[in-house]
């Protein structure tokens, strides 16, 4: 099956500092999605981005498919942004959303 | 969107019981899925369940210890069967409308 790499696993910053996150896939995909769990364990869905770029707040995503990752950018963190960061991905014939391994975001005030 | 809820946020059980999980959404949808996330751990699909058929399970869980219910389009239930403390996870309810939802998620822990 498909293969979902997140990096860095861990990642620590102050607060108001910027981060950019990865996820490699070892195949094409015709769905991807990036998620925050909050320290409750809640999934929050944060972008639905199988190719392209998009922004809400000081939140970004962009998907290169044909190179086959995606990259997330926080800009000005705040202590609110720490969790864990998830990529999913969906190959294509396949409708199920396959997990990256994470990056665990925190901020220090 | 959709919005999904979850019975029982948490539960703490012991070995050898079993536990039943409801997950109900707002909305009418196909499938439904059933996700573990043990602790630390990202997250893995246990099962597809489609409205009317058997579930559709992955390499590593069986029927016989995750029975899955579809009764209709906007309900669901896993149960946990014969439970160990390797069973302590939380496990995530989940649909697709356009894109993927989650459910709050049930915090199961077995003694």
């Known amino acids: 099956g498909i293969q979902v790499e997140q990096s860095p696993p861990d990642l620590i910053l102050q607060e108001g500092a910027n981060s950019t996150l990865r996820c490699n896939f070892s195949?094409?995909?015709?769905?991807l999605q990036w998620f925050h769990q909050n320290p409750w364990g809640q999934l929050i869905n944060l972008f639905y981005?199988?190719?392209g770029t998009k922004q809400n707040g000081r939140l970004s995503a962009t998907t290169v498919a044909t190179e086959r990752y995606s990259l997330l950018y926080i800009s000005s963190s705040q202590t609110t942004d720490s969790g864990v960061y998830f990529c999913?991905?969906?190959?294509?014939?396949?409708?199920?959303?396959?997990f990256g391994t994470g990056t665990r975001l925190t901020i220090i005030p | 969107s959709a919005v999904i809820s979850q019975k029982p946020s948490r539960d703490i059980c012991q070995r050898g019981t079993s536990l039943t999980i409801q997950c109900q959404v707002d909305?009418?949808?196909?499938?439904m899925f059933w996700y573990r996330q043990q602790p630390g751990q990202s997250l893995t699909l246990i099962a597809t369940?489609?409205?009317?058929?058997?579930?559709?399970?992955e390499s590593g869980f069986v029927i016989d210890k995750f029975p899955i219910s579809r009764p209709n389009l906007t309900f669901s239930t896993l149960t946990v069967s014969n439970m160990s403390p390797e069973d302590s996870s939380i496990y995530l309810c989940?649909?697709?409308?356009?894109?993927?939802?989650f459910g709050p998620g049930t915090r199961l822990t077995v003694t």
């Open positions: 369940a489609n409205q009317g058929s058997e579930a559709t399970y």
């Open positions: 999913a991905v969906e190959a294509f014939g396949n409708e199920k959303l396959t």
């Open positions: 195949d094409s995909v015709n769905n």
């Open positions: 989940s649909v697709r409308v356009y894109e993927q939802y």
């Open positions: 909305s009418q949808v196909t499938m």
């Open positions: 981005i199988p190719s």
